[in-house]
C-alpha cells in the first residue's frame, strides 16, 4: 500500500519561533497533498490542498501567511507555522493522493503533535 | 451548505454487533469513505463505497444508498482494539473530502 512519512512526529516549541513539518509519500507520487488540523476530540479541519508546482489552495478562515505550504515535488510538501503561539498548538496531519487509483483514496500521514509554550 | 452527521458517540459490548450511521448532503459524490482513527494516531482506510450496495471485508461492512444520502459501517464480533473514532467522509464534485465529526466507538468487556 501507499506509504506517508511525516516529520517530525511531535515538536515542542517556544511561542513567536517558526516549525516546519515535512510530509512524504514513499512509494507513489502525491499529485495533491493535503493538510489538516485536527483538536482533541473533533474531526479532522482541512487547512490546505497542494498541488506539485502550484500555490496551495487554502480554506476560509486559514491564514496563508501564519501556515506556509509548498509542494515542490511530487513527494514532498511542507507546512510551516510561522510565529507559533499556544493556540496553534494541534495535532497536523498530512494526506496524499495517488491519482492512479481506482478511487481517489487519501493516503495519511502519522500526523505530527506540535505543542507551543 | 455542506453537511455529514453521525452520532457523536456509541457504546457496544465486546464479541457483539454495531452499526454506525452517516448520513450526507453534499455538492455532489464521488464516493464515501469510512476511516478508523485511535486517539493520539492518524486516520486508516477501512472502506470506499461510490455504488448503492453492501461491501464486506472481514469483520468490517459498509453499506450506501445514494438516494438516501445515507451509509453505514457495521462492524461485527467486536473487539476491545476497536474502540476507536470512526469518521465518514464523503469526496464531493471537486473531489475535496468533506468530514464527519466522528463517532466515538467505546467497546466494554
Known amino acids: 500500500g501507499a506509504v506517508v512519512s511525516q516529520h517530525p512526529s511531535w515538536v515542542i516549541c517556544k511561542s513567536g519561533t517558526s516549525v516546519k513539518i515535512e510530509c512524504r509519500s514513499l512509494?507513489?507520487?502525491?499529485?495533491?497533498m493535503f493538510w489538516y488540523r485536527q483538536f482533541p476530540k473533533q474531526s479532522l479541519m482541512l487547512m490546505a490542498t497542494?498541488?506539485?508546482?502550484?500555490?496551495?489552495?487554502?480554506e476560509q478562515g486559514v491564514e496563508k501567511d501564519k501556515f506556509l505550504i509548498n509542494h515542490a515535488s511530487l513527494t514532498l510538501s511542507t507546512l510551516t507555522v510561522t510565529s507559533a503561539h499556544p493556540e496553534d498548538s494541534s495535532f497536523y496531519i498530512c494526506s496524499a493522493r495517488d491519482g492512479r487509483g481506482d478511487y481517489n483514496e487519501q493516503f495519511f500521514g502519522p500526523g505530527t503533535r506540535l505543542t507551543v509554550l | 451548505g455542506q453537511n455529514i452527521d453521525q452520532p457523536t458517540e456509541m457504546t457496544a459490548t465486546e464479541g457483539a454487533i454495531v452499526q454506525i450511521n452517516c448520513t450526507y448532503q453534499t455538492s455532489g459524490f464521488n464516493g464515501l469513505f469510512w476511516y478508523q482513527q485511535h486517539a493520539g494516531e492518524a486516520p486508516t482506510f477501512l472502506s470506499y463505497n461510490v455504488l448503492d450496495g453492501l461491501e464486506e471485508k472481514g469483520r468490517f461492512s459498509s453499506f450506501l444508498s445514494r438516494s438516501k444520502g445515507y451509509s453505514y459501517l457495521l462492524l461485527k464480533e467486536l473487539q476491545m482494539k476497536d474502540s476507536a473514532s470512526y469518521l465518514c467522509a464523503v469526496l464531493d464534485s471537486n473531489y475535496q473530502l468533506i468530514w464527519g465529526a466522528g463517532t466515538k466507538l467505546i467497546i466494554k468487556p
Open positions: 497542494s498541488n506539485e508546482g502550484s500555490k496551495a489552495t487554502y
Open positions: 512509494d507513489f507520487q502525491a499529485t495533491t
